[in-house]
């Protein structure tokens, strides 16, 4: 079985800044793209960025030139430092993963549990 683990969140002022970080686990043989998606209450969740194997990435519009993607292939692990942060940031960051488990098999899309970010003064 392959786990994501989020960690990170917490109450910001705004401005401030934050880093979230989520490790994978488990069976694992490779890892394709990573990304990170949030859920504000009554909305629907939305990716706000992701990035390949090979180090690309793209980000939502709301959050170009405020949120930078990174990952360690080494720690099996997705960061999302972010920056210049506003209430309207607010919402549960969940960590996303292709992954293929064996050699040989399909790769399965995994979800993290979720963490909470609030932008508040």
């Known amino acids: 079985q392959v786990q994501l683990v989020e960690s990170g969140g917490d109450l910001v002022q705004p401005g401030g800044s934050l880093r979230l970080s989520c490790a994978a686990s488990?069976?694992?043989?490779?890892?394709?793209?990573m990304g990170w998606y949030r859920q504000a209450p009554g909305k629907q969740r939305e990716l706000v960025a992701a990035i390949t194997s090979g180090g690309s990435t793209n980000y939502a519009d709301s959050v170009k030139g405020r949120f930078t993607i990174s990952r360690d292939n080494a720690k099996n692990t997705v960061y999302l430092q972010m920056n210049s942060l506003k209430p309207e940031d607010t919402a549960v960051y969940y960590c996303n993963a292709d992954i293929k488990g064996q050699a040989v098999g399909p790769r399965y899309n995994y979800w993290g549990q979720g963490t909470q970010v609030t932008v508040s003064s």
């Open positions: 488990g069976s694992i043989f490779a890892i394709y793209a």
